[in-house]
């Protein structure tokens, strides 16, 4: 079985552009959760998809904005790119009530701007 | 105070030794209780979860939960050098349709051969 698969693995950007990222749930799996993780910073809840509908929201200004599609894919927008947004963002997804709520994680999408 | 504490590192440890890696959590209402390891560049990979409280057993490793206390533990027995990784404590909210997963910085562990 495939698991979280990420695309693309690497980006580099410039300051005040836009990057989409892509992510590819775990078969069954309806659930998406994006994550961002900077240097130094643990992983910090940016966004959960369920269904087509956004669930959850983190702390995070509205130039970042996802969607999710009707194969449970998702995809994460962050326009007009600051230095900070530079990390690793981590999609993650989870089977509706599977054990424990368990959410499992593709290997990240660096972004970088420059 | 923060959601999810977890000690300050880095820890580091004999090999074949018990590492103990504590968290610490601020909402009585959370749930479910994850460890994750995560090596230097990559993704986190789940260990193990807990839900009840006690304590639950996995080969090597084992997860200690207290809701009283609010605090959940790994222990990791037989400590080998590829166990060197950071470790992440998460922890599951469930508020009606919503459900909220919130981790904690992480500790990092070393293995000394």
């Known amino acids: 079985e495939a698991g979280v698969t990420q695309s693309p693995t690497h980006l580099i950007k410039t300051r005040g552009q836009q990057a989409t990222l892509r992510c590819s749930p775990i078969?069954?799996?309806?659930?998406v959760y994006w994550y961002q993780q900077a240097l130094g910073l643990g992983l910090q809840f940016l966004l959960w998809?369920?269904?087509?509908?956004?669930?959850n929201r983190g702390n995070f200004p509205p130039r970042f904005s996802g969607r999710q599609f009707p194969n449970y894919s998702s995809e994460l927008n962050v326009n007009a790119l600051e230095l900070e947004d530079s990390a690793l963002y981590l999609c993650?997804?989870?089977?509706?009530?599977?054990?424990?709520?368990?959410?499992?994680f593709g290997e990240g999408s660096w972004l970088t701007v420059v | 105070q923060k959601e999810v504490e977890q000690n300050s590192g880095p820890l580091s440890v004999p090999e074949g030794a018990i590492a103990s890696l504590n968290c610490t959590y601020s909402?009585?209402?959370?749930?479910?209780f994850f460890w994750y390891r995560q090596y230097s560049g990559k993704s986190p990979e789940l260990i193990m979860f807990?839900?009840?409280?006690g304590d639950k057993e996995d080969g090597r490793f084992t997860a200690q939960l207290n809701k009283a206390s609010q605090y959940v533990s790994l222990l990791i027995r037989d400590s080998q050098p590829s166990d060197s990784a950071t470790y992440l404590c998460?922890?599951?909210?469930?508020?009606?349709?919503?459900?909220?997963?919130?981790f904690g910085k992480g500790i990092t562990l070393s293995v000394r051969p």
């Open positions: 998460a922890v599951n909210l469930y508020t009606g349709a919503n459900s909220k997963l919130t």
């Open positions: 909402d009585r209402g959370s749930q479910s």
């Open positions: 993650a997804s989870r089977r509706q009530y599977s054990p424990g709520n368990t959410i499992y």
């Open positions: 078969s069954g799996h309806t659930s």
């Open positions: 807990i839900y009840s409280n």
């Open positions: 998809y369920d269904e087509g509908e956004e669930r």
